[in-house]
């Protein structure tokens, strides 16, 4: 149980377009999710969470207008970056933390989709 | 703000050996994941500690929570080299995971 995926796994983008990335709960469902962005050999960085039906919380340092972020139900949660440029180009990863469906506090990840701008 | 310190941050040691990997963390928390990751790949839940003399072992690997102290182990027994991979701790202050930098670990004949 617990099963997160994210599409697409991998995407290629030119300099100038946006990219979505979908998150979804297959099992439960995610009162909570959260966007981590990880660069080569870093760890992981939280850069928002979001709450069904409610506006992101972006963490400091992290452009919103830039990141836009839809959790628009339960089961899933949109991350669309726009006007994509070369240094947006990282691994993403997702993960939901849901009150119904494995555990309350646990944060359950997804695959990951790794974003190159071109 | 919260702060987790893992070390070391990089290891290599011969299969059959032991070690210990530490993570520190600068506030108060009952709750500690530990988190393997393989390259290219997501994170890989390994164990969750909820409390203050937690300990869990799964195959070689034995994670321990101390919280008054705010620090947890993940002791490996007798490496192979299957173990080798990036390992990371987090730790959950209520909020969001605060992870820190990760453990890249590589066992080696």
């Known amino acids: 149980g617990a099963v997160v995926s994210q599409h697409p796994s991998w995407v290629i983008c030119k300099s100038g377009t946006s990219v979505k990335i979908e998150c979804r709960s297959l099992d439960f469902q995610a009162t909570t999710m959260f966007w981590y962005r990880q660069f080569p050999k870093q760890s992981l960085m939280l850069m928002a969470t979001s709450n069904e039906g409610s506006k992101a919380t972006y963490e400091q340092g992290v452009e919103k207008d830039k990141f836009l972020i839809n959790h628009a139900s339960l089961t899933l949660s949109t991350l669309t970056v726009t006007s994509a440029h070369p240094e947006d180009s990282s691994f993403y990863i997702c993960s939901a933390r849901g009150a119904s469906g494995g555990t309350s506090y646990e944060q359950y990840f997804g695959p990951g989709t790794r974003l190159t701008v071109t | 703000e919260l702060k987790v310190e893992q070390n070391p941050l990089f290891l290599s040691m011969q299969e059959g050996k032991n070690y210990t990997i530490y993570c520190n963390y600068s506030t108060t928390s009952d709750r500690l994941y530990w988190y393997r990751q393989d390259p290219g790949k997501s994170l890989e839940s390994l164990f969750v500690?909820?409390?203050?003399?937690a300990v869990k072992q799964e195959g070689r690997l034995m994670a321990s929570l101390d919280t008054k102290a705010r620090l947890s182990t993940l002791h490996i027994t007798a490496a192979v080299h299957d173990l080798s991979a990036t390992y990371f701790c987090a730790v959950d202050p209520g909020y969001a995971l605060n992870f820190g930098k990760g453990t890249s670990l590589l066992v080696t004949p």
């Open positions: 500690l909820l409390s203050n003399g």
